[in-house]
């Protein structure tokens, strides 16, 4: 009797098991890494995709092992942290002279013009760049 009991039991766990999805980023067997940006927040992926709780854009974090096929999709440069988001398409973010800057090319303009960290947008009034009010 113990010996059906226990295979009865064997077979359920088996069962069970397989109900869990491990293609879900293997969540279940490790911490999923996610890119981040300087001042350690994730970085997230361009979409058009909203929220129905909040209406508002739907926060995708980009993670590391996917980082690589979304800079080639976007035709960003490897090591891209910082871009800019028209609805699902992302592009590198530009100075007050329209010109698109890499990731270490924003962090010198930040140090050049005494800007904040993680600053992608600017306020370009008289070609020096300022933090615009609404940011």
Avoid: H
């Avoid at 059906?4 to 911490?31: N, P, W």
């Avoid at 980009?62 to 979304?70: G, H, M, T, V």
């Avoid at 890499?102 to 600053?119: A, E, F, H, M, S």
């Amino acid at each position: 009797m113990k010996s059906i009991y226990l295979s009865l039991l064997l077979v359920s766990m088996l069962g069970l098991t397989s109900c869990i999805d491990l293609d879900l980023g293997g969540q279940f067997m490790y911490k999923q890494e996610y890119l981040e940006d300087d001042s350690g927040n994730a970085v997230g992926r361009c979409t058009t995709q909203i929220n129905p709780a909040t209406d508002k854009l739907l926060f995708s974090a980009l993670p590391e092992r996917s980082a690589e096929e979304y800079w080639q999709n976007n035709n960003l440069p490897k090591g891209t942290l910082y871009f800019i988001c028209d609805g699902a398409e992302a592009s590198l973010p530009k100075d007050c002279q329209e010109n698109e800057l890499t990731t270490p090319q924003l962090r010198r303009y930040w140090r050049k013009y005494d800007l904040p960290v993680g600053t992608y947008k600017f306020d370009c009034r008289n070609g020096i760049p300022k933090v615009p009010a609404d940011s």
